[in-house]
């Protein structure tokens, strides 16, 4: 009997689009000698003593399941970190769930919250994550484009002209990934008002706030008004080097907390024990560590902006996370082609704008979580890359004057 | 010496990596070429910067893998002068390649390096032993080195990239 699979399948999963990044992913890893600014994650390994107390932990034997909602061990250390570094004050018995990764946790937050048509306002660019997860859930994402004028900080304009009776919630996600733009308290403030205007949630995507450089990290929650409309989420892969252990939290109003923990319970019983006790240590005891990674993205960031400043490629500076988001347009090339040629000419990987949303056209990211040595090779190349591509640009202005 | 931020900033930059040019370090500090120039320059002057030394894991090159011993040193104090008049007289020897006054059991722990054990013992029996205030000698010969300024010499797999070539 010859199945047609596609009568089996669900209507929503086959709407997804493929992610724009697998494309790049699978041509570059086809290459041998590749120097990438394409990588999401730290370059740093996770810090020794977090690693050790994982060994430890499973040493003894520490192999069972944990609560729900995560091991209260777990859960009043991240009630600390949150109230000491952000100010933001939550009861680690019914507000914080520890989840496989922050990914998970935006899961959470939109299957808690929306109900079919409901619609989210995606700021963009955007993480790739945040559209397919609203429609899996059940929701409409709606975009948001920012403007490179503002650094690509959304306004409250921007977000009040988006706005219909169907809005529910909106995802903030400061600092970005992949602008590197960081919203101010000020800025935040603003946006706060129009979020209460129209009795909107926030999904707030802390995952980048250890690594902001210029101002402190003001979280979404701390605004005043703000604390009881705001799921926060926030995790270890970044600040701590800790991609790979997918493990990140949420924060919440109780009421949330209680829906979003019965799904979680459905659907991952919780997290995994071992690599929770690792986190312990992370919050305890590692935070020179998360300083001097921080210390080393910033000067890796201030050489990246002036550098490809200098070079044509304009970049606003941004305040946060390890990406640089210039604008190729000055090359006359598509994001896409800048990036699929950069690559097969000069063996540098790049992700395209494009793939994190419409306003990301004419841009590409570079992740600076590279060594200098790296980088500094990286950009000789795309350097070599767009003085051959001006000399193409001007022959073909040339041709098209001579016509 | 009380230092700018932006001194520090230098500072902390060429400690990790002295092989940056001028220019990059001073797009990475946000400060002039110029800045970074007299910085160093001054730091040097002040001894802060006291040497770019590069570390060389001997042991893997044939013929000159050479013997490093620790020693520890119990010494008479002299009135007026402490530790410091004997320590510096035996740090004038080029084979010793570092030197600590300890607290504890013993008052110097010195570092020898030499080409053979018996250069290292020879060099503990007629010279650093014959000293005069040097009371007793203990002599523990390394025998492998892992790690060394913060630097591991078997480092296995933390500083491979193990990362995805491209990921959100």
Redesign the interface.
């Known amino acids: 009997m010859k199945h047609d699979y596609e009568h089996y399948l669900s209507q929503t999963a086959k709407e997804l689009q493929p992610?724009g990044?697998r494309k790049?992913?699978d041509l570059?890893?086809s290459m041998e000698d590749?120097i990438?600014l394409?990588?999401?994650?730290p370059?740093f390994?996770t810090p020794w003593s977090i690693r050790e107390a994982t060994i430890l932990s499973m040493e003894q034997g520490f192999t069972s399941y944990t609560a729900n909602a995560g091991l209260l061990e777990l859960r009043e250390e991240i009630t600390t970190y949150l109230a000491t570094r952000f100010g933001v004050h939550y009861d680690p018995n019914n507000q914080i769930i520890v989840t496989i990764g922050a990914s998970q946790a935006i899961d959470l937050a939109f299957r808690a919250i929306l109900n079919q048509g409901d619609e989210v306002l995606i700021v963009e660019p955007a993480?790739?994550?945040y559209a397919p997860l609203v429609a899996i859930a059940g929701g409409k994402p709606v975009a948001v484009s920012t403007s490179p004028a503002n650094g690509f900080k959304v306004t409250a304009e921007q977000i009040e002209a988006a706005i219909t009776e169907k809005t529910k919630a909106i995802l903030l996600c400061s600092p970005n990934?992949p602008t590197g733009s960081m919203l101010t308290k000020d800025e935040l403030t603003e946006i706060a008002e129009i979020i209460q205007k129209y009795d909107l949630l926030v999904v707030s995507d802390e995952i980048y706030a250890e690594l902001s450089y210029d101002e402190d990290f003001c979280s979404v929650a701390a605004i005043e008004g703000m604390y009881e409309r705001t799921i926060l989420i926030n995790g270890f892969s970044k600040g701590f080097a800790m991609t790979g252990w997918r493990l990140g939290f949420l924060a919440a109003p109780k009421e949330f907390f209680q829906v979003m923990l019965k799904i979680h319970q459905y659907t991952t019983m919780c997290a995994p024990n071992m690599l929770q006790r690792g986190a312990v240590e992370a919050l305890r005891n590692t935070y020179p560590e998360v300083e001097s990674m921080r210390?080393?993205y910033r000067?890796?960031r201030?050489?990246m902006v002036?550098?490809l400043n200098q070079m044509g490629l304009v970049c606003h500076t941004p305040g946060g996370a390890f990406y640089v988001f210039p604008s190729i347009r000055s090359t006359g090339l598509s994001s896409e082609q800048f990036a699929e040629e950069l690559l097969m000419e000069e063996k540098v990987?790049v992700?395209p704008g494009h793939v994190f949303g419409e306003s990301g056209e004419g841009y590409i990211r570079c992740s600076y979580a590279?060594s200098?040595e790296q980088l500094?090779e990286a950009l000789k190349r795309i350097q070599r890359f767009i003085e051959k591509k001006g000399v193409y640009a001007d022959s073909q202005s040339e041709k098209v004057k001579a016509r | 010496m009380q230092l700018s931020s932006e001194e520090i900033e230098i500072l902390k930059i060429i400690e990790e990596n002295h092989k940056l040019s001028v220019e990059s370090i001073a797009l990475m500090a946000m400060c002039s070429e110029e800045t970074v120039r007299n910085t160093i320059e001054k730091l040097e002057y002040e001894k802060i910067i006291m040497s770019y030394p590069t570390l060389i894991d001997w042991s893997k090159v044939e013929g000159q893998e050479g013997v490093i011993a620790m020693i520890d040193v119990k010494v008479t104090p002299k009135r007026g002068v402490g530790f410091d008049e004997v320590a510096e007289r035996i740090s004038r020897f080029p084979e010793v390649s570092s030197l600590y006054l300890m607290s504890g059991a013993y008052d110097l722990s010195i570092t020898v390096e030499g080409k053979t054990m018996n250069q290292i013992a020879a060099f503990v029996s007629e010279k650093l032993s014959t000293i005069e205030n040097v009371v007793s000698t203990t002599t523990h010969f390394m025998l492998k080195k892992y790690k060394h300024d913060g630097v591991s010499f078997n480092s296995g797999n933390d500083d491979k990239d193990w990362r995805m070539v491209v990921s959100p």
Request: net charge neutral; proline share 0%.
């Open positions: 992610s990044i790049f992913f570059a890893a590749v990438s394409g990588v999401g994650e370059d390994v993480f790739v994550s990934n210390n080393s000067r890796r201030n050489y002036q550098t990987a992700v590279t200098m500094q």
